[in-house]
């Protein structure tokens, strides 16, 4: 067997007694019964992936998939591709946004080179390198199918890394200038969604720019016409060397029974993309926020997961997911902590 | 001058061109524009809270007042009154919600009776107390006037001393059975808003409960007719002694130039008095989250207030203050660590 194959033989689903134990020691606790809505939800979701009632609390890292992407060639982001690798030099002296929200949370920043234009890679950035860039898909298929596989199992290996290494909870990230056009491209090659539905503004373009998009995503789906049966079609003919790689990590940490901390639109085409290699992988997903981007909505119904936050942000870099990190520490704080009505005295009517 | 008086002369408005700074950092730092939503417009209104458009982070606070209500004799309530009392010894001994989340934040928990039926008061509870309850006010007012103005001031000398200590941020938590009744009448006397839009299921009561519930508040407001242009009124005839006070930490909050952070329908509804006993207060308050609670909404929507967390919570105690925290510091901290393109060396296009 492949490590991919391999891995997905190693999925197996949450632990539901697990969750309903959770739900029965949060139910004793001294306050209103589910009084904590989501984050009780959360609690329990959190304990059937740990097969737990009462898991300790998680070591956090993200790993976040820096890319580049031939298909921004056809000018549908704000910025030039040489941001994706300026941006992998903020990454590693610590200045980005992820960086500064990883500090307040604790989160482990792991950067990884799954295939930009970088000439030098900065130190302390992992290199996985597939090539310098994907192929622009409106011409060819991003990569190939190889290339597909092999970015998937990077990714596999860097969760199986982490979790060896002690890490409990990993958070997807993801940088690549022209990404939010691979993901729109897979996400609707993946659900069936026209393009028209899914395609957004990403990091700030107007709306003619939007359109112009649009097409290109269209053209691009016309052409190479991928099977939506098959992630890994998909991901070769239209997607992207670091959402491959972060499909990877998903499914790496699921096997391993690790939740997996979704951000925006980029790691939720990743997350898709997973739970279409494997089977019983939604489960491990925990859904940070909402983005913006049109594209993310249409991911978070179709795998029926309910974001934790909603800020109106568009950034990526896994900073939805280390922000949404704190309430994961405070859903498993109140189920190990707080105090029962019996232990405290309280009187409890049931409600 | 009363000290009631003296506070409402010392409010300001929150100062623009602080906030006008700290949007034009935000908008140097490596991120596209705007692109961390309403984190972004957190950050802003925090530096035009702190009249800098670099403030650190803040020292921070819960101020949790715990009443018991009269009104709780009518059974609109799915818990008795007792339980405010017990709830006070879990505050003391740290074993409740607000305690646990409060820890994970490093949030200081101030807890304060105001007038609760508790016999003995728990050690590091702060003695204010302004009778055993309130008066039942489907018969008689609440409190007397002279009674509302000193639970105000008790709130304003209590933000004062934690100013003072060093405290630059302050949650306003509450406890009291009953006090989801008390607080649909404040909202429906101050907004207008019919009691059966307002009237929601507090701890947990059912349907048929919630009914008798509204009804009870539509016959407390038509026996004492409180003068929604008058929230001293509004607070004496259908408030609470808990109330009052958290109206009257906002006041003294404000008046010192430090945010205020709502947490549920509680705190909003004295949040909501604040507004009316003085001007420029609303700049002041952050909506930590929108409670499950309909009469939240309406008060949320009547100051224009967006909430940062929408978990479908419905606690108190300041739990949804504390855990919206984390995304206040977290905003300071973008604010305060990202780097700049120019820092960064990254290509800025302006997007």
Redesign the interface.
């Known amino acids: 067997m492949t490590l991919l194959e391999e891995t997905c033989a190693a999925l197996k689903p949450i632990d539901a007694a697990a969750s309903e134990n959770a739900q029965r020691l949060l139910d004793a ?5 589910r ?5 009780e939800e959360l609690a329990c979701r959190l304990a059937g992936i740990y097969r737990t009632s009462q898991p300790g609390l998680p070591q956090k890292a993200v790993v976040v998939m820096a890319a580049d992407h031939g298909v921004s060639e056809e000018g549908v982001s ?3 591709s ?2 994706t690798a ?2 992998l ?2 990454f590693a ?1 610590g ?3 992820i960086n ?2 990883a ?3 604790a989160v482990r920043v792991v950067v990884v080179d799954m295939g930009t234009k970088a000439s030098t890679l900065p130190s302390g950035v992992l290199d996985h390198r597939l090539g310098a860039g994907t192929a622009n898909f409106t011409r060819e298929p991003a990569m190939i199918r190889d290339d597909a596989v092999r970015a998937i199992e990077t990714g596999i290996r860097i969760a199986d890394d982490l979790v060896s290494g002690g890490f409990t909870l990993i958070g997807l990230g993801d940088m690549g200038i022209g990404n939010t056009t691979a993901a729109a491209a897979i996400t609707a090659a993946l659900t069936g969604i026209a393009p028209a539905r899914i395609t957004g503004h990403g ?3 107007d709306e003619d720019r939007r359109l112009h998009k649009t097409r290109v995503i269209e053209r691009a789906l016309a052409r190479h016409r991928p099977d939506g049966g098959d992630a890994l079609d998909v991901l070769a003919k239209v997607g992207g060397f670091e959402i491959a790689g972060l499909a990877g990590v998903a499914l790496g940490a699921a096997a391993r029974g690790i939740p997996v901390v979704v951000d925006g639109f980029i790691t939720a085409s990743a997350a898709l993309a997973a739970t279409r290699l494997g089977t019983n992988v939604t489960g491990y997903l925990i859904a940070a926020h909402r983005s ?1 981007e049109p594209g993310h909505s249409a991911i978070l119904e179709t795998l029926r997961l309910w974001p ?8 990526g870099e896994g ?1 939805g997911g280390v ?1 949404a990190m ?2 994961i ?2 859903a498993l ?2 189920l190990r ?3 029962t009505f019996e ?5 409890d ?1 049931g ?1």
């Open positions: 606790k001294t306050k209103p019964r009084s904590l809505g989501r984050l704000a910025y030039p040489e941001v300026q941006m030099a903020n002296v200045g980005a946004a500064v929200l500090r307040q949370a990091t700030g373009i913006v934790l936050l909603d800020l109106q942000m568009r950034l900073t922000l704190h309430l520490d405070a704080l109140i902590d707080m105090a232990s405290a005295g309280v009187t009517t409600s």
